[in-house]
């Protein structure tokens, strides 16, 4: 696990103003003590890396900027953090922080523009909530614990289980999603396995995949006496999603009237998304496509992250 060391601790008492160093803080689950920036949001904290303060003295010559001069809570050493992710995590001996996001929109008119002339922190600072309180001081460390999403693909068929034909719907999921997560820098995990189309086995796998943060189940969607996919799923579920499975059956339905017969569902049980989804790889590869672009977002909704 990567270090990352306290450089300087940081306050103002106003918003969209440079803030002063301070010998040590009290952080609470607000964020930092007498600093403008704490509250009941998920923006309490706000980390920017003495390695971007080198870039900006590289691109001006001959300045030497004094520390939270772009009005950050903390500067650290250690890790690019704006590579990070959200849900990712800081671990210190008194201190733990999730990061909620990454960069943020610039003040109009802020202090750091009119004395600085240009401010990273838009690009590379982030924002943390805080999940464990105390005090902390220049020279503490904490440990970078990267949040690793979980996925489980669940393959739902009486014949691939029975190995009458290879499954080919799971792994074209994982690939999918292998892809997703290499692209967004995320840190993950995958598990896959196949059952056949048991109720009792379907609920107990689904009991079981509560610590995961991804469900997705391919199979049993249709009208066959054994595709009981979704009359197993739904009642499970504590939110439905309609909005995303409605729209992937109008959009392919349009053209195609058989996608209108899949009877796909979407939600959540717990704080894991669920994704329902049919057996072909045609249709596996039409529905992830729509589904991808919303998992971001669906994962901060759930974790209460008000990314809007």
């Not at 440990?143 to 690793?148: G, N």
């Not at 074209?172 to 840190?187: C, I, L, P, Q, W």
């Not at 249709?222 to 739904?234: N, S």
Request: charged share 25%.
């Amino acid at each position: 696990m990567s270090k990352l060391k306290v450089i300087s601790l940081n306050t103002s008492a106003g918003k969209g103003t440079v803030k002063k160093p301070i010998e040590k803080a009290t952080i609470d689950f607000n964020g930092m003590v007498g600093d403008a920036h704490a509250g009941d949001w998920h923006r309490q904290i706000s980390l920017l890396g003495i390695e971007s303060y080198r870039k900006m003295e590289a691109k001006k010559a001959d300045v030497k900027l004094d520390m939270g001069v772009f009005a950050e809570n903390i500067t650290t050493e250690g890790l690019e953090l704006h590579k990070t992710s959200v849900f990712d995590r800081f671990v210190g001996d008194q201190i733990e922080l999730e990061v909620t996001q990454i960069g943020k929109k610039c003040h109009h008119g802020c202090d750091i523009m009119k004395q600085i002339g240009d401010c990273v922190m838009p690009v590379e600072g982030i924002f943390c909530r805080v999940i464990k309180a105390g005090e902390l001081k220049p020279g503490d460390t904490f440990e970078y614990q990267p949040r690793v999403i979980k996925t489980m693909v669940l393959t739902l068929s009486d014949r691939a289980y029975n190995g009458v034909y290879e499954d080919k719907s799971g792994p074209f999921a994982e690939k999918m999603m292998t892809e997703f997560f290499d692209n967004s820098g995320r840190h993950y995990n995958i598990d896959r396995k196949i059952l056949p189309d048991d109720a009792a086995l379907i609920k107990e796998a689904l009991l079981e995949a509560k610590n995961y943060d991804i469900v997705i189940t391919t199979g049993g969607t249709g009208l066959g006496k054994r595709d009981i996919t979704p009359d197993v799923v739904k009642p499970m579920l504590d939110k439905e999603i309609p909005g995303i499975m409605e729209h992937i059956r109008i959009k392919y339905g349009a053209h195609k009237p058989n996608a209108l017969v899949s009877r796909s569902v979407a939600g959540t049980i717990d704080a894991t998304l669920v994704y329902v989804l049919p057996g072909s790889t045609k249709a596996v590869n039409e529905y992830l496509n729509e589904i991808i672009p919303t998992i971001e977002h669906s994962f901060r909704m759930i974790h209460s992250v008000d990314s809007h």
